[in-house]
């Protein structure tokens, strides 16, 4: 089937169908697009459909959100006041959110080290505003012992979360004490040893568009523990998160509240998974989690297509019943969402073949018109990041 009726205009590029959108893209490739991080993104999932429209995704347990790509206004200071910090500096290697890589220093406060002063970029002076995660830090001084240098957001700087700490009795921050804005974890949502030792993936999209796949995260004894992730290489810590792509884990998740969960550091005591820091959910009995929603990066960094929407449904129970797929996205070239409806009875395949704005994400919720039932959907995207 022909992509959507009634676009190709303001900006748009009509595609007769999802086979030409490829072709389209691979005669890019190289030129435009860059062949090593483009790729074919499908999402599949049987949820219930109810007389509420409800966003494709795996959320049992409490709500699951989106991390978002705001920046820091980064700062320092050290943890005790310490005549051998006078001329201290630290310097900073970090990336913004278009993943360009800065450099910044840090001169610590002669009067009371413990002071938080700001990082200035090395070259124009100005103040740091745009960190997004670490690349590297040193200090051209020593810590004492028992004593820390921390950067971060104002007022946390004592852990690495989207900052990082120089540990005692050393000069550079590591892997370990690295943090950023994209800093994920794993855990159970409740103490389960059949996830002791189990090990879970995480393919996500970097803010600038690259797709960095077969992140890991290996669970201890004590299943509660967030332990973070680890890119494919297992020592470099995951630091630019921004979209999940693919959760799963090593051994399908039990029954009784043990989801298995993608988090930011802060979870803490939230035994009941909930909060605005659980980015993904592997529900009970499964091995890996489902997202629907994809969020296309800024300008010229990559372009993402919203390419079919292939739905199942399971035989209605009455008579006229119907189920319905609403799709909301701004399409490339307007500055607005539209909405589409789709409604069936059995089955729909749709190619899309819509091209998503700058800066803006596309959803997949689903209804039904009577008696709830299942549905299988499965939503395919393409992007391809920009040379």
């Known amino acids: 089937m022909a992509g959507y009726e009634g676009y190709g205009q303001a900006g748009w590029r009509p595609f007769e169908d999802y086979s030409s959108l490829k072709k389209h893209i ?102 740091v505003t745009d960190y997004y995660c670490c690349v590297s830090a040193t200090s051209n001084t020593t810590l004492q012992a028992a004593e820390t240098f921390g950067a971060g957001a104002t007022g946390a700087l004592t852990t690495e979360a989207g900052g990082f700490v120089i540990a005692a009795q050393t000069t550079a921050a590591t892997e370990a004490t690295m943090g950023g804005v994209g800093m994920v974890y794993c855990r159970s949502h409740s103490e389960d040893n059949a996830a002791d030792s189990t090990v879970n993936y995480l393919d996500y999209m970097t803010p600038w568009g690259e797709v960095k796949k077969n992140c890991t995260s290996t669970l201890t004894t004590t299943s509660v523990n967030e332990i973070r992730f680890f890119e494919s290489d297992g020592t470099t810590t995951v630091k630019d998160f921004y979209i999940p792509i693919w959760f799963g884990t090593s051994a ?67 008579l006229g019943d119907q189920y319905i797929i609403q799709v909301t996205l701004t399409p490339k070239g307007q500055s607005y969402e539209k909405t589409l409806y789709f409604q069936f009875s059995e089955m729909m395949d749709r190619e899309m073949c819509i091209p998503l704005a700058p800066d803006t994400s596309c959803t997949v919720k689903i209804a039904d018109t009577a008696t709830a039932t299942n549905m299988t959907i499965k939503v395919q995207y393409i992007v391809a990041k920009r040379l």
């Open 26 to 127: 691979n005669s890019g490739l190289g030129r435009i697009w860059d062949p090593d991080h483009t790729n074919e993104i499908s999402f599949l999932n049987t949820q219930l459909s109810t007389g509420t429209l409800t966003e494709i995704l795996s959320l049992e347990n409490g709500a699951v959100s989106y991390i978002g790509k705001t920046e820091l206004t980064l700062v320092g200071a050290c943890s005790a006041n310490d005549n051998a910090y006078d001329g201290m500096i630290v310097t900073c290697v970090y990336k913004s959110n278009d993943g360009v890589e800065h450099t910044a220093t840090c001169t610590v406060d002669t009067d009371n080290s413990t002071n938080e002063i700001a990082f200035v970029d090395a070259t124009t002076g100005a103040a």
């Open 252 to 318: 399908a998740t039990t029954a009784n509240t043990h989801e298995r969960l993608l988090t930011d550091s802060d979870i803490g005591a939230n035994t009941d998974g909930s909060g605005s820091d659980v980015y993904g959910c592997i529900n009970e009995l499964v091995s890996s989690a489902n997202f629907s929603r994809m969020t296309a990066p800024e300008s010229g960094v990559a372009d993402v297509w919203l390419g079919k929407v292939c739905a199942r449904g399971f035989i209605a129970n009455a």
